[in-house]
Protein backbone atom coordinates (compact mmCIF):
# COMPACT_ATOMS: atom_id res chain seq x y z
CA UNK A 1 0.00 0.00 0.00
CA UNK A 2 1.47 3.47 -0.86
CA UNK A 3 1.60 6.16 2.00
CA UNK A 4 -0.25 9.44 1.40
CA UNK A 5 0.18 12.86 2.95
CA UNK A 6 -2.71 14.90 4.28
CA UNK A 7 -3.42 18.46 5.18
CA UNK A 8 -5.76 18.37 7.71
CA UNK A 9 -7.46 21.05 9.32
CA UNK A 10 -9.92 19.66 11.35
CA UNK A 11 -10.73 15.99 12.47
CA UNK A 12 -12.25 14.15 15.59
CA UNK A 13 -9.76 11.55 15.35
CA UNK A 14 -6.63 10.21 13.47
CA UNK A 15 -5.39 6.86 13.05
CA UNK A 16 -2.68 4.97 10.77
CA UNK A 17 -4.67 2.14 8.26
CA UNK A 18 -3.16 -0.72 9.18
CA UNK A 19 -1.06 -1.55 12.39
CA UNK A 20 1.99 0.93 12.21
CA UNK A 21 3.13 3.99 13.01
CA UNK A 22 0.95 6.90 13.00
CA UNK A 23 3.74 9.89 11.35
CA UNK A 24 2.89 13.12 11.56
CA UNK A 25 4.27 16.04 10.17
CA UNK A 26 7.65 14.14 9.15
CA UNK A 27 7.99 16.26 5.54
CA UNK A 28 7.25 19.57 5.10
CA UNK A 29 6.22 20.45 8.25
CA UNK A 30 8.31 22.45 10.61
CA UNK A 31 5.75 22.23 13.67
CA UNK A 32 3.09 19.70 15.11
CA UNK A 33 0.11 21.59 17.14
CA UNK A 34 -2.05 19.02 19.23
CA UNK A 35 -5.14 20.52 19.94
CA UNK A 36 -4.95 24.18 21.31
CA UNK A 37 -5.10 26.14 24.77
CA UNK A 38 -7.42 24.68 27.00
CA UNK A 39 -7.94 21.50 25.21
CA UNK A 40 -7.02 18.47 26.67
CA UNK A 41 -4.88 16.17 24.48
CA UNK A 42 -4.43 12.48 25.69
CA UNK A 43 -2.65 10.06 23.93
CA UNK A 44 -3.99 6.80 25.66
CA UNK A 45 -0.68 4.57 24.45
CA UNK A 46 3.17 5.80 24.67
CA UNK A 47 4.18 8.62 22.95
CA UNK A 48 7.83 9.31 21.14
CA UNK A 49 9.23 11.74 19.89
CA UNK A 50 12.49 11.56 17.64
CA UNK A 51 13.37 15.60 18.59
CA UNK A 52 11.28 17.39 20.96
CA UNK A 53 7.71 17.95 22.52
CA UNK A 54 5.80 21.32 23.38
CA UNK A 55 3.43 21.10 26.09
CA UNK A 56 2.06 23.50 28.70
CA UNK A 57 0.79 20.37 30.91
CA UNK A 58 1.78 17.15 30.61
CA UNK A 59 0.21 14.30 32.85
CA UNK A 60 -0.68 10.79 32.98
CA UNK A 61 -4.13 9.55 32.15
CA UNK A 62 -4.79 7.88 35.12
CA UNK A 63 -3.72 8.45 38.91
CA UNK A 64 0.16 7.28 37.82
CA UNK A 65 3.71 7.57 37.78
CA UNK A 66 4.44 10.11 34.42
CA UNK A 67 7.23 8.25 32.83
CA UNK A 68 8.57 10.11 29.89
CA UNK A 69 11.59 8.32 27.74
CA UNK A 70 11.15 5.13 29.45
CA UNK A 71 11.26 2.60 26.94
CA UNK A 72 14.13 3.85 23.63
CA UNK A 73 15.27 7.40 24.55
CA UNK A 74 18.52 7.94 25.87
CA UNK A 75 17.69 11.09 27.16
CA UNK A 76 14.81 13.62 28.45
CA UNK A 77 15.19 17.35 27.86
CA UNK A 78 12.68 19.11 29.80
CA UNK A 79 12.82 22.59 28.50
CA UNK A 80 15.31 24.75 26.60
CA UNK A 81 18.55 26.78 27.99
CA UNK A 82 17.35 30.01 29.98
CA UNK A 83 14.04 28.68 30.67
CA UNK A 84 12.84 27.45 34.35
CA UNK A 85 11.32 24.60 34.58
CA UNK A 86 8.96 24.08 38.09
CA UNK A 87 8.15 20.93 39.76
CA UNK A 88 5.42 21.33 41.83
CA UNK A 89 5.23 18.15 43.81
CA UNK A 90 8.34 15.65 44.54
CA UNK A 91 10.11 14.67 41.36
CA UNK A 92 12.25 11.09 41.45
CA UNK A 93 14.79 10.09 39.43
CA UNK A 94 15.39 6.70 38.76
CA UNK A 95 18.95 7.07 37.12
CA UNK A 96 19.94 10.25 36.71
CA UNK A 97 18.75 13.86 36.38
CA UNK A 98 20.57 16.80 34.24
CA UNK A 99 19.80 20.24 34.66
CA UNK A 100 21.82 23.44 34.46
CA UNK A 101 20.20 25.16 37.86
CA UNK A 102 18.12 23.43 40.55
CA UNK A 103 16.07 25.48 43.25
CA UNK A 104 12.99 25.33 45.59
CA UNK A 105 9.44 26.97 44.22
CA UNK A 106 9.17 28.60 47.60
CA UNK A 107 11.81 30.23 49.85
CA UNK A 108 12.68 26.97 51.80
CA UNK A 109 15.08 24.16 51.70
CA UNK A 110 15.89 22.61 48.38
CA UNK A 111 15.13 18.31 49.02
CA UNK A 112 17.17 16.19 46.91
CA UNK A 113 16.15 12.63 47.42
CA UNK A 114 14.24 13.24 50.19
CA UNK A 115 11.60 10.59 50.71
CA UNK A 116 12.86 7.31 49.03
CA UNK A 117 16.83 7.57 47.77
CA UNK A 118 18.99 5.49 48.80
CA UNK A 119 21.77 8.01 47.45
CA UNK A 120 21.76 11.37 45.90
CA UNK A 121 24.49 11.61 43.08
CA UNK A 122 25.56 15.06 42.04
CA UNK A 123 27.66 15.30 38.43
CA UNK A 124 29.78 12.92 36.81
CA UNK A 125 33.24 11.69 37.43
CA UNK A 126 35.70 15.03 36.54
CA UNK A 127 32.36 16.79 36.70
CA UNK A 128 32.85 20.32 39.27
CA UNK A 129 29.30 20.79 41.08
CA UNK A 130 29.59 24.51 42.03
CA UNK A 131 27.67 25.05 45.16
CA UNK A 132 27.69 28.95 45.62
CA UNK A 133 25.57 28.93 48.96
CA UNK A 134 25.79 27.38 52.49
CA UNK A 135 25.42 23.32 52.08
CA UNK A 136 23.50 21.84 54.62
CA UNK A 137 23.78 17.92 55.12
CA UNK A 138 21.38 16.33 57.46
CA UNK A 139 22.76 12.53 56.86
CA UNK A 140 26.57 12.07 55.11
CA UNK A 141 28.14 13.81 51.63
CA UNK A 142 30.15 11.70 49.18
CA UNK A 143 31.78 13.30 47.11
CA UNK A 144 35.48 12.92 44.93
CA UNK A 145 36.85 16.41 45.40
CA UNK A 146 35.13 19.44 46.87
CA UNK A 147 36.66 22.74 46.78
CA UNK A 148 35.44 26.36 47.20
CA UNK A 149 34.28 28.36 44.57
CA UNK A 150 37.20 31.33 45.21
CA UNK A 151 40.65 31.34 46.68
CA UNK A 152 39.26 31.61 50.51
CA UNK A 153 38.69 29.01 53.33
CA UNK A 154 36.80 25.86 52.73
CA UNK A 155 34.74 25.77 55.35
CA UNK A 156 33.03 22.01 57.02
CA UNK A 157 30.07 22.21 59.36
CA UNK A 158 30.21 25.93 60.02
CA UNK A 159 26.92 26.84 60.99
CA UNK A 160 25.05 24.45 62.42
CA UNK A 161 26.77 20.50 62.50
CA UNK A 162 27.75 19.40 65.65
CA UNK A 163 30.23 17.49 63.99
CA UNK A 164 31.86 16.42 60.70
CA UNK A 165 32.65 12.95 60.05
CA UNK A 166 34.72 12.65 56.37
CA UNK A 167 34.52 9.10 55.05
CA UNK A 168 33.46 6.09 56.49
CA UNK A 169 35.32 3.51 58.86
CA UNK A 170 38.01 2.13 56.85
CA UNK A 171 38.35 4.30 54.36
CA UNK A 172 41.50 6.80 53.93
CA UNK A 173 40.87 10.22 53.42
CA UNK A 174 44.41 12.31 51.72
CA UNK A 175 44.37 15.64 52.36
CA UNK A 176 47.44 16.76 50.89
CA UNK A 177 47.18 20.58 51.47
CA UNK A 178 47.91 21.69 54.85
CA UNK A 179 44.66 20.96 57.44
CA UNK A 180 43.63 23.23 59.87
CA UNK A 181 41.55 22.46 62.96
CA UNK A 182 40.29 25.26 65.20
CA UNK A 183 38.87 22.62 67.91
CA UNK A 184 39.48 19.70 67.40
CA UNK A 185 39.77 16.24 64.58
CA UNK A 186 38.70 12.83 65.79
CA UNK A 187 40.20 10.04 63.49
CA UNK A 188 40.83 6.44 63.66
CA UNK A 189 43.78 6.63 61.81
CA UNK A 190 46.16 9.81 60.63
CA UNK A 191 48.73 8.84 57.75
CA UNK A 192 51.38 11.19 55.58
CA UNK A 193 50.25 11.04 52.21
CA UNK A 194 53.34 9.73 50.98
CA UNK A 195 57.13 8.34 52.94
CA UNK A 196 57.47 11.31 54.62
CA UNK A 197 56.85 13.10 58.21
CA UNK A 198 53.64 13.96 59.31
CA UNK A 199 53.22 17.16 60.48
CA UNK A 200 50.51 18.29 62.54
CA UNK A 201 50.21 21.96 63.83
CA UNK A 202 53.26 22.83 61.54
CA UNK A 203 51.83 26.19 60.54
CA UNK A 204 50.16 28.39 63.04
CA UNK A 205 48.72 26.29 65.99
CA UNK A 206 49.54 27.26 69.08
CA UNK A 207 49.38 23.68 70.70
CA UNK A 208 48.02 20.68 69.22
CA UNK A 209 45.87 18.16 71.40
CA UNK A 210 45.59 14.63 71.14
CA UNK A 211 43.09 13.07 72.03
CA UNK A 212 40.86 13.39 75.36
CA UNK A 213 41.00 13.43 78.91
CA UNK A 214 41.19 9.63 79.87
CA UNK A 215 41.55 8.29 76.68
CA UNK A 216 44.87 6.61 75.89
CA UNK A 217 46.94 7.40 72.91
CA UNK A 218 48.80 4.91 71.33
CA UNK A 219 52.19 5.42 69.29
CA UNK A 220 53.13 2.42 67.56
CA UNK A 221 56.03 3.80 65.59
CA UNK A 222 58.93 6.52 66.97
CA UNK A 223 57.36 9.65 67.57
CA UNK A 224 59.34 12.67 66.89
CA UNK A 225 58.78 16.02 68.76
CA UNK A 226 60.83 19.79 67.36
CA UNK A 227 59.71 21.46 70.36
CA UNK A 228 57.40 20.08 72.94
CA UNK A 229 54.80 17.46 73.95
CA UNK A 230 52.34 17.99 76.66
CA UNK A 231 50.74 14.69 78.25
CA UNK A 232 48.92 13.77 81.06
CA UNK A 233 50.70 10.28 81.27
CA UNK A 234 53.34 8.67 78.47
CA UNK A 235 54.05 5.09 78.34
CA UNK A 236 55.47 2.32 76.77
CA UNK A 237 52.62 0.43 74.21
CA UNK A 238 54.27 -2.99 75.48
CA UNK A 239 55.97 -4.10 78.54
CA UNK A 240 58.98 -2.71 77.49
CA UNK A 241 61.77 0.65 77.93
CA UNK A 242 59.81 3.89 77.28
CA UNK A 243 62.13 5.27 75.20
CA UNK A 244 61.97 9.19 74.27
CA UNK A 245 64.23 10.95 71.67
CA UNK A 246 66.31 7.82 70.80
CA UNK A 247 66.51 8.61 66.70
CA UNK A 248 67.66 12.10 65.93
CA UNK A 249 66.92 14.13 69.23
CA UNK A 250 69.97 16.44 70.69
CA UNK A 251 67.85 17.19 73.86
CA UNK A 252 64.87 15.90 75.72
CA UNK A 253 62.98 18.42 77.91
CA UNK A 254 60.52 16.85 80.29
CA UNK A 255 57.98 19.61 81.97
CA UNK A 256 58.50 23.57 82.09
CA UNK A 257 60.39 25.62 84.90
CA UNK A 258 58.88 25.46 87.68
CA UNK A 259 56.63 22.16 86.91
CA UNK A 260 57.23 19.27 89.61
CA UNK A 261 58.28 16.20 87.71
CA UNK A 262 57.50 12.82 89.66
CA UNK A 263 59.45 9.42 88.22
CA UNK A 264 57.63 6.90 90.63
CA UNK A 265 59.80 4.14 89.70
CA UNK A 266 63.49 3.97 88.64
CA UNK A 267 64.65 6.54 85.96
CA UNK A 268 67.43 4.96 83.06
CA UNK A 269 69.57 7.57 81.14
CA UNK A 270 72.09 6.37 78.89
CA UNK A 271 73.91 9.45 78.39
CA UNK A 272 72.65 12.58 80.01
CA UNK A 273 70.00 14.61 81.59
CA UNK A 274 69.34 18.27 82.22
CA UNK A 275 66.77 19.46 85.04
CA UNK A 276 66.80 22.24 87.28
CA UNK A 277 66.35 20.36 90.44
CA UNK A 278 65.98 16.62 91.10
CA UNK A 279 64.78 15.25 94.51
CA UNK A 280 63.28 12.55 95.43
CA UNK A 281 59.32 11.83 96.04
CA UNK A 282 59.43 11.01 100.07
CA UNK A 283 62.34 11.77 102.97
CA UNK A 284 64.57 9.10 101.61
CA UNK A 285 68.09 8.87 99.86
CA UNK A 286 68.52 10.85 96.44
CA UNK A 287 69.87 7.40 94.16
CA UNK A 288 71.04 7.86 91.10
CA UNK A 289 72.94 5.20 89.25
CA UNK A 290 72.13 2.50 91.36
CA UNK A 291 71.72 -0.38 89.10
CA UNK A 292 73.25 -0.20 86.06
CA UNK A 293 75.21 2.96 85.46
CA UNK A 294 78.76 2.52 85.54
CA UNK A 295 79.23 6.03 85.43
CA UNK A 296 77.01 9.14 86.68
CA UNK A 297 77.87 12.41 85.07
CA UNK A 298 76.60 15.72 87.00
CA UNK A 299 76.59 19.20 84.82
CA UNK A 300 79.05 19.77 81.94
CA UNK A 301 82.53 21.22 81.55
CA UNK A 302 82.21 24.50 83.36
CA UNK A 303 79.08 24.47 84.85
CA UNK A 304 79.29 24.55 88.61
CA UNK A 305 77.28 22.07 90.76
CA UNK A 306 76.27 23.19 94.42
CA UNK A 307 75.65 20.31 96.84
CA UNK A 308 74.56 22.68 99.62
CA UNK A 309 73.89 19.95 102.17
CA UNK A 310 76.30 16.58 103.23
CA UNK A 311 77.33 14.66 100.14
CA UNK A 312 77.57 10.91 101.00
CA UNK A 313 79.58 8.84 97.91
CA UNK A 314 79.93 4.70 98.31
CA UNK A 315 82.87 4.22 95.81
CA UNK A 316 84.12 7.26 93.80
CA UNK A 317 83.25 10.97 92.41
CA UNK A 318 84.37 12.52 89.58
CA UNK A 319 84.84 16.45 88.48
CA UNK A 320 86.76 18.92 86.80
CA UNK A 321 86.48 21.23 89.84
CA UNK A 322 85.07 20.58 94.11
CA UNK A 323 84.50 23.45 96.13
CA UNK A 324 83.19 24.25 99.14
CA UNK A 325 79.77 26.64 98.51
CA UNK A 326 80.73 28.98 100.63
CA UNK A 327 84.31 30.63 101.80
CA UNK A 328 85.26 27.94 104.15
CA UNK A 329 86.75 24.74 104.14
CA UNK A 330 86.07 21.74 101.82
CA UNK A 331 85.30 18.70 103.80
CA UNK A 332 85.63 15.68 102.26
CA UNK A 333 85.23 12.07 104.05
CA UNK A 334 84.35 14.13 107.21
CA UNK A 335 81.10 11.48 108.49
CA UNK A 336 81.20 8.13 107.57
CA UNK A 337 83.92 7.80 105.00
CA UNK A 338 87.13 5.15 106.05
CA UNK A 339 89.05 6.57 103.21
CA UNK A 340 88.67 9.18 100.56
CA UNK A 341 90.48 7.97 96.82
CA UNK A 342 91.56 11.17 95.06
CA UNK A 343 91.67 10.04 91.08
CA UNK A 344 93.08 6.57 89.69
CA UNK A 345 96.13 5.03 88.85
CA UNK A 346 98.35 7.36 86.31
CA UNK A 347 96.02 10.04 86.98
CA UNK A 348 97.96 13.66 88.19
CA UNK A 349 96.01 15.40 90.80
CA UNK A 350 97.13 19.13 90.66
CA UNK A 351 96.67 20.79 94.15
CA UNK A 352 97.24 25.11 93.56
CA UNK A 353 96.80 25.81 97.11
CA UNK A 354 97.92 24.73 100.51
CA UNK A 355 96.78 21.53 101.58
CA UNK A 356 96.01 20.43 105.02
CA UNK A 357 96.52 16.75 106.06
CA UNK A 358 94.80 16.24 109.91
CA UNK A 359 96.04 12.24 110.14
CA UNK A 360 97.32 11.05 106.48
CA UNK A 361 97.30 10.93 102.84
CA UNK A 362 97.88 8.11 100.88
CA UNK A 363 99.15 9.04 97.03
CA UNK A 364 101.49 6.60 94.27
CA UNK A 365 103.03 10.06 93.37
CA UNK A 366 103.08 13.89 95.12
CA UNK A 367 105.24 16.72 92.62
CA UNK A 368 104.79 20.26 92.43
CA UNK A 369 102.95 21.82 89.93
CA UNK A 370 105.77 24.33 88.50
CA UNK A 371 109.74 23.20 88.90
CA UNK A 372 109.59 24.63 92.15
CA UNK A 373 110.79 23.02 96.06
CA UNK A 374 108.43 20.29 96.95
CA UNK A 375 107.06 22.00 100.28
CA UNK A 376 105.07 19.50 103.04
CA UNK A 377 104.01 20.27 106.23
CA UNK A 378 105.08 23.90 105.92
CA UNK A 379 102.39 25.80 107.81
CA UNK A 380 101.14 23.94 111.07
CA UNK A 381 102.56 20.39 110.54
CA UNK A 382 104.74 19.56 113.55
CA UNK A 383 105.55 16.29 111.98
CA UNK A 384 105.44 14.83 108.89
CA UNK A 385 105.07 10.86 108.19
CA UNK A 386 106.29 9.43 104.78
CA UNK A 387 104.77 5.99 104.89
CA UNK A 388 104.14 3.12 107.32
CA UNK A 389 106.24 0.80 109.39
CA UNK A 390 108.14 -1.89 107.10
CA UNK A 391 107.38 0.38 103.89
CA UNK A 392 110.31 1.53 101.41
CA UNK A 393 110.02 4.99 100.94
CA UNK A 394 112.39 5.90 97.38
CA UNK A 395 113.91 9.75 97.07
CA UNK A 396 115.27 9.02 93.32
CA UNK A 397 116.41 12.37 93.37
CA UNK A 398 118.38 14.53 95.97
CA UNK A 399 116.64 15.32 98.78
CA UNK A 400 117.29 18.35 100.95
CA UNK A 401 115.97 18.84 104.67
CA UNK A 402 116.20 22.04 106.73
CA UNK A 403 116.13 20.79 109.82
CA UNK A 404 115.73 17.08 110.52
CA UNK A 405 115.08 13.88 109.05
CA UNK A 406 113.40 10.98 111.23
CA UNK A 407 113.83 7.25 109.07
CA UNK A 408 114.17 3.97 110.88
CA UNK A 409 116.30 3.06 107.62
CA UNK A 410 117.98 5.07 104.82
CA UNK A 411 119.62 2.99 101.73
CA UNK A 412 120.36 3.87 98.37
CA UNK A 413 118.18 2.74 95.42
CA UNK A 414 121.00 1.23 93.82
CA UNK A 415 124.41 -0.63 94.68
CA UNK A 416 126.02 2.93 94.84
CA UNK A 417 127.31 5.32 98.01
CA UNK A 418 124.67 6.96 100.27
CA UNK A 419 125.60 10.70 99.94
CA UNK A 420 124.28 12.93 102.46
CA UNK A 421 125.03 16.15 103.00
CA UNK A 422 126.51 16.27 99.72
CA UNK A 423 125.21 19.34 97.55
CA UNK A 424 124.65 22.31 100.16
CA UNK A 425 124.49 21.01 103.77
CA UNK A 426 127.69 22.49 105.64
CA UNK A 427 127.03 19.89 108.20
CA UNK A 428 125.56 16.31 108.93
CA UNK A 429 123.91 15.25 111.90
CA UNK A 430 122.70 11.93 112.74
CA UNK A 431 121.06 10.75 115.57
CA UNK A 432 120.60 13.17 118.62
CA UNK A 433 122.80 13.15 121.99
CA UNK A 434 122.30 9.90 123.80
CA UNK A 435 121.56 7.85 121.05
CA UNK A 436 123.65 5.27 119.58
CA UNK A 437 124.23 5.03 115.91
CA UNK A 438 125.31 1.92 114.57
CA UNK A 439 126.90 1.31 111.20
CA UNK A 440 127.00 -2.67 110.38
CA UNK A 441 129.23 -1.91 107.13
CA UNK A 442 132.50 -0.24 106.62
CA UNK A 443 132.36 4.06 106.87
CA UNK A 444 134.47 5.87 104.44
CA UNK A 445 134.37 9.76 104.95
CA UNK A 446 136.06 12.19 102.62
CA UNK A 447 135.97 15.04 105.27
CA UNK A 448 135.79 14.85 108.86
CA UNK A 449 133.14 12.66 110.95
CA UNK A 450 132.62 15.11 114.53
CA UNK A 451 131.12 12.96 117.51
CA UNK A 452 127.96 14.64 119.04
CA UNK A 453 128.01 16.55 122.54
CA UNK A 454 130.38 16.10 124.80
CA UNK A 455 131.53 13.00 124.27
CA UNK A 456 131.32 12.02 120.46
CA UNK A 457 132.12 8.31 120.79
CA UNK A 458 132.30 5.82 117.83
CA UNK A 459 131.88 2.38 117.79
CA UNK A 460 133.21 -0.05 115.48
CA UNK A 461 131.37 -3.24 115.83
CA UNK A 462 132.67 -6.75 115.86
CA UNK A 463 134.56 -7.97 112.89
CA UNK A 464 133.64 -4.41 110.41
CA UNK A 465 136.26 -1.75 109.33
CA UNK A 466 136.22 2.08 109.17
CA UNK A 467 138.44 3.85 106.57
CA UNK A 468 138.60 7.97 107.53
CA UNK A 469 140.71 9.55 104.56
CA UNK A 470 140.61 12.65 106.64
CA UNK A 471 140.60 12.62 109.96
CA UNK A 472 138.37 11.98 113.41
CA UNK A 473 137.62 15.19 115.54
CA UNK A 474 136.02 15.16 118.81
CA UNK A 475 135.18 18.59 120.94
CA UNK A 476 137.18 19.32 123.98
CA UNK A 477 139.61 16.50 123.60
CA UNK A 478 137.46 14.40 124.70
CA UNK A 479 136.01 11.96 122.15
CA UNK A 480 137.36 7.83 121.82
CA UNK A 481 136.94 5.37 119.31
CA UNK A 482 135.96 2.18 120.96
CA UNK A 483 136.89 -0.92 118.88
CA UNK A 484 135.56 -4.23 119.86
CA UNK A 485 138.27 -6.75 117.57
CA UNK A 486 137.39 -9.88 116.25
CA UNK A 487 138.66 -12.54 116.68
CA UNK A 488 140.99 -12.98 113.99
CA UNK A 489 141.48 -9.63 113.88
CA UNK A 490 145.00 -8.57 112.32
CA UNK A 491 145.43 -5.84 114.65
CA UNK A 492 144.90 -1.95 113.86
CA UNK A 493 147.84 0.74 113.77
CA UNK A 494 146.68 4.02 115.05
CA UNK A 495 148.43 7.63 114.89
CA UNK A 496 147.82 10.22 117.58
CA UNK A 497 146.24 13.77 116.25
CA UNK A 498 145.82 17.09 117.31
CA UNK A 499 142.43 16.87 119.34
CA UNK A 500 142.48 13.79 120.09
CA UNK A 501 141.72 12.26 117.14
CA UNK A 502 143.12 9.34 114.81
CA UNK A 503 144.69 8.72 111.40
CA UNK A 504 143.97 5.56 109.58
CA UNK A 505 146.34 3.46 107.57
CA UNK A 506 146.14 2.26 104.54
CA UNK A 507 146.79 -1.49 104.32
CA UNK A 508 148.78 -3.57 102.05
CA UNK A 509 149.35 -7.58 101.02
CA UNK A 510 150.14 -9.89 98.93
CA UNK A 511 153.29 -12.21 97.75
CA UNK A 512 156.19 -11.85 96.05
CA UNK A 513 158.35 -14.85 94.10
CA UNK A 514 161.15 -13.45 92.76
CA UNK A 515 163.96 -10.64 93.36
CA UNK A 516 162.39 -8.82 89.92
CA UNK A 517 158.55 -8.38 90.22
CA UNK A 518 157.93 -6.13 93.25
CA UNK A 519 154.37 -6.62 95.29
CA UNK A 520 153.04 -2.77 95.37
CA UNK A 521 151.63 -2.28 99.08
CA UNK A 522 150.41 1.46 99.02
CA UNK A 523 149.87 4.46 96.66
CA UNK A 524 150.54 7.67 98.65
CA UNK A 525 150.59 11.75 97.62
CA UNK A 526 147.44 12.33 95.78
CA UNK A 527 147.40 15.81 97.61
CA UNK A 528 149.79 18.29 99.71
CA UNK A 529 153.15 19.50 99.01
CA UNK A 530 154.95 17.28 101.93
CA UNK A 531 154.40 13.91 102.44
CA UNK A 532 156.31 11.39 105.40
CA UNK A 533 155.13 8.16 105.11
CA UNK A 534 155.39 5.21 108.82
CA UNK A 535 155.21 1.86 107.14
CA UNK A 536 154.88 -0.97 109.36
CA UNK A 537 155.33 -4.62 108.05
CA UNK A 538 155.69 -8.19 108.27
CA UNK A 539 156.65 -10.89 106.29
CA UNK A 540 157.21 -14.17 105.88
CA UNK A 541 158.13 -17.74 103.57
CA UNK A 542 155.45 -19.65 102.94
CA UNK A 543 157.59 -22.59 100.92
CA UNK A 544 159.54 -23.19 103.99
CA UNK A 545 159.10 -22.71 108.04
CA UNK A 546 161.12 -20.01 110.25
CA UNK A 547 162.03 -17.46 107.18
CA UNK A 548 160.81 -14.28 109.11
CA UNK A 549 160.68 -10.18 108.76
CA UNK A 550 159.37 -7.62 110.74
CA UNK A 551 160.27 -3.62 109.85
CA UNK A 552 159.33 -0.19 110.90
CA UNK A 553 159.85 2.10 107.59
CA UNK A 554 159.90 5.93 107.21
CA UNK A 555 159.99 7.98 104.01
CA UNK A 556 159.99 12.03 103.59
CA UNK A 557 158.93 13.71 100.04
CA UNK A 558 158.52 16.88 98.84
CA UNK A 559 156.47 17.83 96.11
CA UNK A 560 158.97 20.07 93.45
CA UNK A 561 156.99 21.29 90.17
CA UNK A 562 154.53 18.87 90.47
CA UNK A 563 156.74 15.87 90.74
CA UNK A 564 157.57 14.25 94.35
CA UNK A 565 161.46 14.17 95.30
CA UNK A 566 162.96 11.98 98.04
CA UNK A 567 164.41 14.45 101.16
CA UNK A 568 167.19 13.32 102.84
CA UNK A 569 167.74 8.99 103.60
CA UNK A 570 164.62 6.54 104.02
CA UNK A 571 164.88 6.07 108.06
CA UNK A 572 164.69 1.74 108.64
CA UNK A 573 165.04 -0.17 111.43
CA UNK A 574 165.03 -4.26 110.62
CA UNK A 575 164.07 -7.53 112.41
CA UNK A 576 164.70 -10.44 110.65
CA UNK A 577 165.27 -14.43 110.87
CA UNK A 578 166.77 -16.61 108.29
CA UNK A 579 165.90 -14.25 105.42
CA UNK A 580 169.33 -13.10 104.39
CA UNK A 581 169.77 -9.76 102.86
CA UNK A 582 167.41 -10.01 99.83
CA UNK A 583 164.07 -8.91 101.24
CA UNK A 584 163.29 -5.13 100.90
CA UNK A 585 161.02 -2.13 101.07
CA UNK A 586 161.06 0.18 98.87
CA UNK A 587 159.79 4.09 98.38
CA UNK A 588 159.32 5.14 94.62
CA UNK A 589 158.33 7.39 92.77
CA UNK A 590 155.43 6.93 90.22
CA UNK A 591 153.27 8.57 87.28
CA UNK A 592 155.55 10.75 86.41
CA UNK A 593 156.40 11.87 89.72
CA UNK A 594 152.56 12.58 90.80
CA UNK A 595 152.57 9.96 93.23
CA UNK A 596 154.91 7.74 95.95
CA UNK A 597 154.15 3.95 96.01
CA UNK A 598 155.78 1.50 99.23
CA UNK A 599 156.89 -2.07 97.15
CA UNK A 600 157.94 -4.97 98.88
CA UNK A 601 161.01 -7.20 96.67
CA UNK A 602 161.32 -11.15 97.33
CA UNK A 603 164.26 -13.40 96.80
CA UNK A 604 164.67 -15.47 93.74
CA UNK A 605 163.17 -19.09 94.37
CA UNK A 606 161.17 -17.97 98.02
CA UNK A 607 157.79 -17.20 97.89
CA UNK A 608 156.97 -14.68 100.49
CA UNK A 609 154.02 -12.89 102.34
CA UNK A 610 153.66 -9.82 103.14
CA UNK A 611 151.51 -7.54 105.13
CA UNK A 612 152.14 -3.59 105.62
CA UNK A 613 150.26 -0.56 107.35
CA UNK A 614 151.32 2.66 106.48
CA UNK A 615 150.04 6.38 108.07
CA UNK A 616 150.02 9.12 105.31
CA UNK A 617 150.99 12.77 106.48
CA UNK A 618 149.97 15.41 103.82
CA UNK A 619 150.06 18.72 104.01
Known amino acids: MTDFNFDIVYATSVDSISASALTIGTTNQNAL????????????????????ITSNSMDTVSATTLTLGGSTATAVTI???GVA????GSLQATQGLTTNSMDSITATNLVIGGSTATAVTIADTGVTTTIEGPLSVLGSFLINSVDTTGAVTLELGPANATAVAIADTGVTTTVEGPLQADEGITSDSLDAVTATNLVIGAATATGVTIADTGVTTTIE????VDEGIT???????????????AATATGVTIADTGVTTTVEGPIQVDEGMTVNSIDTITATNLVIGAATATGVTIADTGVTTTVEGPMQVDEGITSDSLDAATATTLVIGAATATGVTIADTGVTTTIEGPMQVDEGMTVNSIDTITATALVLGAATATGVTIADTGVTTT????MQVDEGITSNSLDTITATTLSLGGSTATAVTIADAGVTTTISGPLSASGTVNGAGSKGDILVGTGTAMGVRGGLTFPADEGKILVARAAESTGIAWEANTGGGALIPTTGTGSTTDATTPLLLGTFGSTGDILILDAKVVAKRTDVTGAVLSQVYRTTWEKTSGSWLRVGTDDSSIWSVSTGSTWTLVAEQSGGGSTVILRAYG???ETVSWSASTIEYAV
Open 33 to 52: TLSRTTIQTTVAGPLQASEG
Open 79 to 81: ADT
Open 85 to 88: TTVA
Open 221 to 224: GPMQ
Open 231 to 245: SDSLDAVTATNLVIG
Open 395 to 398: VEGP
Open 603 to 605: AVG
